[in-house]
C-alpha cells in the first residue's frame, strides 16, 4: 500500500512522527510511506487553500517534503506534483495534538487535508489525540493513538462500501484523553456540540502600546450530546465519524420549500 500523510501541526510535530509510524505499519513489507506537510504550524486553517499565491516546497528526504502552505495545499501538491506519477491508496492527517471532535471539526487543518483528499477521490482518515487530565503528562501523551492507530484505520478501511456519492467519504478519528491501557473500545459517533463552548479572543498591549488579540478556545472537558464524539471521547472511547464535504442542511430542504417558487 502507498500511503501519503500530511497534518496541521507542522513537519517537525511529534504527532507526524506517530502517524508515520502507523502509516508504515498499514503500508506493510513492500508499501511506501509519503510525507507532504506544513513546513510551518497550520493549525486552525481548516480547508484554506493558498490560491493566490504560489507555495515553496524543500524535499527533506527520501519521500519526505516540507511545504510552505496548509495541511490541503499539501495534499494537492502531493497529488498533481510529487506523487502525480505513483498516487497514493490512502491518504492520512495527523495524528493532531488536540482533539477534533465537536465543533473543533469545522476549525481543523487537519479535517481540511483529510476532505481534500476525499474531494480527490482518494479515502482519508484524519486522527487527533484528545488531551486531557489522565494523559497530558504522561511520557508519550500521544499513546493511545500509537497503540490503536492502526487497528482502527485496518478496521475503518474494512467496513467501508464502495460507493459513488459525489461527495465522497472521509473520516474523523479522536483517541481519548486517556493512557492506552485505558482505552475502553472504538464508538461510531456523531459529530458532536459543546454547549456553550465557543472561541473568543483575550486582548493584549504590546510594550509599544500597539493592541493585539489572542485568539482562544474553550473548556475541552465539556462532553456533547451521549453518543457523540466529544462524549464518548471522555468516556474513554475511539470516537469514528463518517464525514461528507457536502454542507447542505438536507434536513431543511423539505420545511423551507417555500421559498421556491
Known sequence: MRILITNDDGITAPGLEVLHAIATTLAGENGEVWTVAPAFEQSGVGHCINYVHPTLMSELGPRRFAAEGSPADCVLIALHDIM??????????????????????????????????????????ALSQYYGPANRDLDDPFEAAAQHGADVISRILD???????????????????????????????????????????????????????????????????????????????????????????????????????
Open 84 to 125: 502525480a506519477d505513483t498516487r497514493p491508496d490512502l491518504v492520512l492527517s495527523g495524528v493532531n495534538r488536540g482533539n477534533n471532535s465537536a465543533e473543533n471539526t469545522l476549525y481543523s487543518g487537519t479535517i481540511g487535508g483529510a476532505m481534500e483528499a476525499a474531494l480527490q477521490g482518494l479515502p482519508a482518515i
Open 159 to 261: 467496513a467501508t462500501p464502495e460507493e459513488t456519492a459525489d461527495y465522497s467519504l472521509f473520516y474523523n478519528v479522536n483517541f481519548p484523553p486517556v493512557p492506552a491501557g485505558d482505552v475502553k473500545g472504538t464508538r461510531l459517533s456523531a459529530q458532536g456540540r459543546r454547549p456553550g463552548v465557543v472561541f473568543g479572543t483575550q486582548a493584549h498591549t504590546a510594550p509599544s502600546g500597539r493592541r493585539f488579540s489572542w485568539i482562544k478556545g474553550g473548556d475541552q472537558q465539556v462532553k456533547t450530546a451521549p453518543g457523540s464524539d466529544a462524549a464518548v471521547n471522555l468516556e474513554g472511547y475511539i470516537s469514528v465519524t463518517p464525514m461528507r464535504a457536502d454542507l447542505t442542511a438536507h434536513d431543511m430542504l423539505d420545511s423551507l420549500s417555500g421559498i421556491s417558487i
